[in-house]
Nanobody
């Protein structure tokens, strides 16, 4: 499985970006998906996850109310709508596919990872 994330860029604080992640295999529609991020000098952290149907989601406290994860299984695409961006949201964002169908927060549950897309938020 190959995952490709896109949509990163530079934005001012308070702005919005939408990240996308496409999968090379249609069967990923049976798997939970997630976004993680890693800021310079910091460890990778969980951002948001969604179950295989798109009905169950999980969010890190730091992004609740600002970020929305969604998926379109017909298109094999995962999204992350990021609003009210803050300086501390600056990081490389990675999409990941769960071994299972659930919206898990632990990175160990995710078997496949895409290459990161960089998000830079400036004042």
């Amino acid at each position: 499985v190959q995952l490709q994330a896109s949509g990163g860029g530079s934005v001012q604080a308070g702005g919005s970006l939408r990240l996308s992640c496409t999968s090379s295999r249609r069967t990923s529609s049976n798997n939970g998906m997630a976004w993680f991020r890693q800021a310079p000098g910091k460890e990778r952290e969980f951002v948001a996850a969604i179950d295989w149907r798109g009905s169950g989601t999980s969010y890190a406290d730091s992004v609740k109310g600002r970020f929305t994860i969604s998926r379109d299984n017909a298109k094999g695409t995962l999204y992350l709508q990021m609003n009210s961006l803050k300086l501390e949201d600056t990081a490389d964002y990675y999409c990941a596919q769960n071994r299972w169908s659930t919206a898990d927060t632990q990175s160990s549950r995710y078997a496949y990872w895409g290459r990161g897309t960089q998000v830079t938020v400036s004042s």
